[in-house]
């Protein structure tokens, strides 16, 4: 489900580090994309002998509802293009990566007359910036620093993996979060790693979830029976 897919090794990539991190950044011309054929050193399991525990996954991979608090720049957006903002359905477009990702719409685009003379600001994930033509972009993790375009407002962290997730074509809409909510709801890495901790499960496969169960080796021995009684 989904559009992006990550499967995180027990003991990490263990390749050499530049400036402190092992990621590529394509944009920044820094690494390279893996092809066929490459190898990736690992580094060792700190506990090989863990059993199998699994997440449920949050219903965040079809698109849906995306919460928005202001951002610096809200007020230069009138309340008529705020209020058609919050009442439109976007749909997901094919242009989209790691920098941001582009919402279409029906309708007039969301422009602001103050975008002319705007000068560049800080930018920061999250944040829905309306290019030249008024389209909204939903900037992500490898957004640029700064920028010159308005921006309407900015995606709670929460709800950015519903964004990047989207399906191409899928319909997401914005529902408006006063600040003091939006710090209500906050919450920091090591929150988000608690809850996730507490809400790990151990794994128990359905037989009836197992497409491939013929494939596996089920029986690890016969017997007659009466074994116990010839012995």
Same mark, same amino acid.
């Given at each position: 489900?989904?559009?992006?897919?990550? /499967?995180?090794?027990?003991?990490?990539?263990?390749?050499?580090?530049?400036? &402190?991190?092992?990621?590529?950044? =394509?944009?920044?011309?820094?690494?390279?994309? =893996? *092809?066929?054929?490459?190898?990736?050193?690992?580094?060792?399991?700190?506990?090989?002998?863990?059993?199998?525990?699994?997440?449920?996954?949050?219903?965040?991979?079809?698109?849906?509802?995306?919460?928005?608090?202001?951002?610096? !720049?809200?007020?230069?957006?009138? #309340? *008529?293009?705020?209020?058609?903002?919050? *009442?439109?359905?976007?749909?997901?477009?094919?242009?989209?990566?790691? !920098?941001?990702?582009?919402?279409?719409?029906?309708?007039?685009?969301?422009?602001?007359?103050?975008?002319?003379? /705007?000068?560049? +600001?800080?930018?920061?994930?999250? #944040?829905?910036?309306?290019?030249?033509?008024?389209?909204?972009?939903?900037?992500?993790?490898?957004? !640029?620093?700064?920028?010159?375009?308005?921006?309407? &407002?900015?995606?709670?962290?929460?709800?950015?993996?519903?964004?990047? !997730?989207?399906?191409?074509?899928?319909?997401?809409?914005?529902?408006?979060?006063?600040?003091?909510?939006?710090?209500?709801?906050?919450?920091?890495?090591?929150?988000?790693?608690?809850?996730?901790?507490?809400?790990?499960?151990?794994?128990?496969? +359905?037989?009836?979830?197992?497409? +491939?169960?013929?494939?596996?080796?089920?029986?690890? &021995?016969?017997?007659?029976? +009466?074994?116990?009684?010839?012995?």
């Amino acid at each position: 489900a989904g559009s992006y897919g990550y /499967l995180t090794f027990a003991g990490g990539i263990d390749s050499e580090t530049w400036l &402190g991190s092992r990621s590529a950044h =394509l944009a920044a011309g820094i690494g390279r994309v =893996l *092809a066929g054929g490459d190898t990736l050193p690992l580094g060792p399991d700190p506990r090989p002998e863990a059993a199998p525990v699994t997440l449920t996954p949050e219903e965040r991979f079809a698109g849906g509802t995306v919460r928005l608090m202001p951002g610096t !720049q809200s007020g230069l957006f009138s #309340d *008529a293009v705020m209020q058609r903002f919050l *009442a439109s359905e976007f749909k997901r477009d094919a242009g989209a990566n790691r !920098q941001g990702i582009r919402l279409l719409h029906t309708g007039g685009p969301f422009d602001s007359p103050a975008a002319a003379g /705007l000068a560049s +600001d800080f930018i920061t994930p999250g #944040d829905v910036q309306m290019t030249g033509d008024g389209i909204p972009y939903v900037l992500m993790s490898e957004c !640029q620093t700064v920028g010159g375009y308005p921006r309407i &407002g900015t995606v709670l962290p929460d709800d950015l993996p519903r964004v990047a !997730q989207a399906p191409l074509g899928a319909t997401l809409r914005f529902v408006a979060l006063s600040l003091a909510d939006a710090d209500r709801l906050y919450r920091t890495d090591a929150e988000r790693l608690r809850a996730l901790r507490a809400a790990v499960r151990p794994l128990v496969r +359905d037989p009836h979830g197992i497409h +491939d169960l013929l494939g596996y080796q089920l029986i690890g &021995g016969v017997t007659c029976g +009466d074994d116990l009684e010839r012995a």
